[in-house]
Nanobody, 116 residues
Framework: QVQLVESGGGLVQAGESLRLSCAAS????????MGWYRQAPGKQRELVAT???????NYADSVKGRFTISRDKAKNTVYLQMNSLKPEDTAVYYC??????????WGQGTQVTVSS
């Protein structure tokens, strides 16, 4: 059974940094990409950043230049380094695995709160 375990969320002040981690346990085949989404209260879930199996990255415009996604393929772990955090980054952050074949996987979410 596959599980995605996220860690690294918390409460920080504006301008500070956090690093999120998502470790996937169990065997996962046909991974196309891994990534992070977030959902703020009253808003839809939105893409933050993704990284493909080939290492190509994609970022939401709102986080470009501040967030960096990386991946350890051997450990099936994806990271999100978040710098210069803003109050509008406050949300629950979800880890996501997209597969070429089969169902996608989602983590349970980790809260990130940025105070002004």
């Amino acid at each position: 059974q596959v599980q995605l375990v996220e860690s690294g969320g918390g409460l920080v002040q504006a301008g500070e940094s956090l690093r999120l981690s998502c470790a996937a346990s169990g065997r996962i085949f046909s991974i196309d990409s891994m990534g992070w989404y977030r959902q703020a209260p009253g808003k839809q879930r939105e893409l933050v950043a993704t990284i493909t199996s080939g290492g190509n990255t994609n970022y939401a415009d709102s986080v470009k230049g501040r967030f960096t996604i990386s991946r350890d393929k051997a450990k099936n772990t994806v990271y999100l380094q978040m710098n210069s955090l803003k109050p509008e980054d406050t949300a629950v952050y979800y880890c996501h695995i997209a597969r070429l074949l089969g169902n996608d996987y989602w983590g349970q979410g980790t809260q990130v709160t940025v105070s002004s």
